[in-house]
């Protein structure tokens, strides 16, 4: 069974940074494009950063400039690299295929507060 497991996340003050970590328990997973999502309380799931199994990333305009996705297939890993994080960034951050298409990890929380 295909299990992702993500970690990083904390409490972080306004434009502190944060590197989440994505470690995926599949063998093809070079052949899979990822992308990162997150979750706020009260609103719908949403992909906020995306990378092609080329490496060819795309990022939702709330964070573009401010997030950096990257994977390492060596390692079955994608990161998400956060900086300048703003209050509006708090959420449970979640990795997946893109579109996602495998079960949902337990995410990590991440909170940007003062």
């Known amino acids: 069974q295909v299990q992702l497991v993500e970690s990083g996340g904390g409490l972080v003050q306004p434009g502190g940074s944060l590197r989440l970590s994505c470690a995926a328990s599949?063998?093809?997973?070079?052949?899979?494009?990822m992308g990162w999502y997150r979750q706020a309380p009260g609103e719908q799931r949403e992909l906020v950063a995306a990378?092609?199994?080329?490496?060819?990333?795309n990022y939702a305009d709330s964070v573009k400039g401010r997030f950096t996705i990257s994977r390492d297939n060596a390692k079955n890993t994608v990161y998400l690299q956060l900086n300048s994080l703003k209050p509006e960034d708090t959420a449970v951050y979640y990795c997946?295929?893109?579109?996602?298409?495998?079960?949902w990890g337990q995410g990590t929380q991440v909170t940007v507060s003062s």
């Open positions: 997946n295929t893109n579109p996602s298409g495998l079960s």
């Open positions: 990378i092609t199994t080329g490496g060819t990333t």
């Open positions: 599949i063998r093809t997973f070079a052949l899979l494009p």
